[in-house]
């Protein structure tokens, strides 16, 4: 009794009190474009409760390019920002979504492998992957199941959230919960590549 009374204690702690109306996504019901092979998700809330217990042993990973990392910020907790898609340099224009077109990072599962290897973790231990709102990284956790990864959960809400009827990313995600972020990162948790 008393390790549960601890533990929710603790977790309470660990875990900043939700901003404003923060609506957990129901992953029960997530769309077909948040779903991954290995069917580990996690809310913003739980990934910053997972790193922060889980410490050097998770992987934190933001997978955002790295001009949303310098424009909107990124979590102060990620072990590092490895892109899963770069806007195509030179720029073209994609028609259908009406936007930058973007490439796969060719390095993506290789600077993956590199990371895990320098924090001694291997292809079993748990990785978190957030994007914007979870679609790229349920993307880039089926990638890196392919090449044998077993533990590797999507931030289902990722960093800004999903879209509100009002058409803002106002309604979940790591800004949203008020989880700590900021607009800058060390040198250690930038892509130099």
């Known amino acids: 009794m008393k390790q549960a009374i601890f533990g929710l204690a603790l977790a309470l702690f ?36 997972m790193k922060s ?13 790295k001009g949303e990392i310098q424009f909107v910020g990124a979590p102060t907790v990620i072990d590092q920002n490895i892109p899963f898609m770069e806007i195509d340099n030179p720029a073209r224009w994609d028609q259908r979504s009406n936007r930058y077109a ?20 291997g292809k079993g231990d748990p990785i978190i992957l957030m994007c914007r709102s979870g679609d790229r990284s349920a993307r880039a956790v089926n990638v890196l199941q392919q ?7 999507s931030v289902v809400d990722g960093f800004e959230g999903d879209v509100s009827p009002a058409g803002r990313r ?14 800058k990162i060390s040198e250690s948790q930038a892509y130099i590549r």
């Open 14 to 49: 660990l875990t900043p009190a939700l901003a404003g109306n923060y609506q957990p996504v129901d992953v029960t019901r997530l769309p077909e474009g948040k779903q991954t092979n290995l069917g580990l998700y996690l809310s913003a809330p739980e990934a910053f409760k």
């Open 53 to 65: 217990e889980g410490g050097a042993g998770v992987l934190f990973i933001d997978i955002r390019t």
């Open 102 to 121: 973007m490439s796969l990072n060719p390095d993506f599962v290789g600077a993956v492998a590199a990371l895990a290897a320098r924090a001694n973790l």
């Open 147 to 153: 090449a044998g990864y077993a533990k590797v959960y």
């Open 170 to 183: 106002e309604l979940n995600g790591w800004k949203n919960a008020d989880l700590p972020w900021s607009y």
